[in-house]
């Protein structure tokens, strides 16, 4: 029995033998070991579509686009409609130390004049109600003008929503001078409704104080009030903070209000 045993065996290896030959003929050809080939492809459907498709393959291409338009965010409307994307304002105002600023803390500094609350919402939510003391500068304004691109915007609101559609504020730097009379070494707390975070995580506190890693927060939680924090930077303030929580922790807290809600 055992001399059969060795011809079956013997049958056996060269197959297998040929079949790494053909590998390796394959490898010549394509310039490339075909048995890395192999074990670095999942299929074409996974190479075609859900490699490129993973959040880590989105995020990496996110990164690319960004960089190649030197950190803005491309647009049919050109400089008309042009802004810094928020994968960079939250890079540099990571990398800068933004503080955030809880509503007491906030108010206390207001109201000692230490600092300037400056409110970013649009002009109409913020004089309905809004922080005592605080300031407006809005971030945002209603579409301006009747040209083309103006009626274009519009009309991509309306499409897609149920308000006329809003456009970047281009005399928000020139407002928020206006608050601190000039002076751009005056503390600055922005805010705006949300408040938005930086963090990339979340935290437990208490006895079992833990952090947790966020998948959806690859960047924090952006925010008009981060925006307009990073544009007053850009601007040569010099002492900026954020409100954490924004107006709505504000009315949480039970701080004082005025508007004409309040009348």
């Known amino acids: ?49 859900v490699s490129q498709n993973t959040m880590e393959a989105k995020l990496n291409k996110l990164k690319a686009d960004v960089a190649a338009r030197n950190g803005y965010v491309g647009s049919l409307f050109d400089d008309a409609f042009k802004y810094t994307a928020w994968i960079e304002i939250h890079r540099k105002l990571t990398e800068r130390n933004l503080v955030s600023l809880d509503c007491d803390e906030a108010y206390k500094m207001m109201k000692s004049g230490d600092a300037v609350l400056i409110d970013v919402r649009e002009c109409q939510p913020f004089e309905k109600v809004h922080g005592e003391g605080t300031k407006s500068a809005p971030l945002f304004r209603q579409i301006q003008g009747n040209d083309l691109k ?7 609101f309306a499409l897609l929503t149920n308000f006329s559609g809003t456009e970047r504020n281009p005399e928000f730097v020139e407002k928020a001078l206006d608050a601190v009379n000039g002076d751009k070494n005056k503390k600055v707390i922005v805010l705006c409704s949300i408040g938005g975070t930086l963090l990339t995580y979340v935290e437990r506190t208490g006895p079992k104080a833990k ?11 952006q925010s008009r009030s981060l925006k307009a924090a990073y544009e007053l930077q850009e601007a040569g303030f010099t002492n900026v903070f954020h409100l954490q929580g924004g107006f709505n922790e504000w009315i949480h807290r039970d701080l004082p209000t005025s508007g004409t809600a309040i009348d």
Not at 151 to 156: E, H, P, T
Request: glycine letters at 8%; hydrophobic letters at 40%; a positive charge.
């Open 211 to 221: 952090k947790f890693k966020d998948p959806e927060r690859f960047f924090g939680r």
């Open 1 to 49: 029995m055992a001399p059969l045993l060795s011809a079956s065996r013997a049958l056996v290896l060269p197959s297998r033998n040929q079949g790494f030959a053909t590998r390796a003929r394959a490898s010549d050809r394509d310039g490339a070991p075909a048995a890395d080939k192999v074990s670095s492809s999942r299929g074409w459907f996974y190479d075609k579509f």
């Open 150 to 156: 103006a009626n274009a915007r519009r009309l991509g």
